[in-house]
T-cell receptor
Framework: DAMVIQNPRYQVTQFGKPVTLSCSQT?????MYWYQQKSSQAPKLLFH???????NEADTPDNFQSRRPNTSFCFLDIRSPGLGDAAMYLC?????????????FGPGTRLTVL | KNQVEQSPQSLIILEGKNCTLQ??????????LRWYKQDTGRGPVSLTI?????NTKSNGRYTATLDADTKQSSLHITASQLSDSASYIC???????FGAGTRLTVKP
């Protein structure tokens, strides 16, 4: 089945130790998004790719970077995780960036920072 | 102040009962308003998408309404089931402004 896959589902890292979260999709969608969701809060958009074009949200910290080597894969790199970066990280895709395009979410990666 | 406010923050109902969740927004103009269901530990799943010109949209037991004049939307769940226990998130799409969500618990 076509889907959005995130690996790993749970990730534990140490304070300041770089970590990479992975997202892949079989939907062949043009747009891929990364969201951060802290406990009991709404998801917060970090950035998105439209094909190879990277779009960063204005308030996304420099500590967060992203790579999209091809249509299917997108990575979230946290260069120096702090305790405040512990959260659920959600990847989503959509066929286009249009405002009526449905976003399909992956199951998320829960990041713990020790 | 959050531009998308949801109420109540949490709700407990008995299985089989109906319930209505509210979403008030100040974002204007906007392209569309969406309701998502998010199960614990899972990604959000889209329930309905309404443009500003639509008043109502149904998806099975879920019915969303939109009043663009009062800037209010509601999600009505009919004959609730245990599987409806989740967080329900209202999203106003201009640049994806999320509400904080309403956590619904359905008890047998």
């Amino acid at each position: 089945d076509a889907m959005v896959i995130q690996n790993p589902r749970y990730q534990v890292t140490q304070f300041g130790k770089p970590v990479t979260l992975s997202c892949s999709q079989t939907l062949n969608h043009n747009v891929m998004y990364w969201y951060q969701q802290k406990s009991s809060q709404a998801p917060k958009l970090l950035f998105h790719y439209y094909d190879k074009d990277f779009n960063n949200e204005a308030d996304t910290p420099d500590n967060f970077q992203s790579r999209r080597p091809n249509t299917s894969f997108c990575f979230l790199d946290i260069r120096s995780p702090g305790l405040g970066d512990a959260a659920m990280y959600l990847c989503a895709t959509s066929g286009g960036p249009g405002r009526t395009d449905t976003q399909y979410f992956g199951p998320g990666t829960r990041l713990t920072v020790l | 102040k959050n531009q998308v406010e949801q109420s109540p923050q949490s709700l407990i109902i008995l299985e089989g009962k109906n319930c209505t969740l509210q979403c008030n927004y100040t974002v204007s103009p906007f392209s569309n308003l969406r309701w998502y269901k998010q199960d614990t530990g899972r990604g959000p799943v889209s329930l309905t998408i309404m443009t500003f010109s639509e008043n109502t949209k149904s998806n099975g037991r879920y019915t969303a309404t939109l009043d663009a004049d009062t800037k209010q939307s509601s999600l009505h769940i009919t004959a609730s089931q245990l599987s409806d226990s989740a967080s329900y998130i209202c999203v106003v799409v201009v640049d994806m402004r999320f509400g904080a969500g309403t956590r619904l618990t359905v008890k047998p």
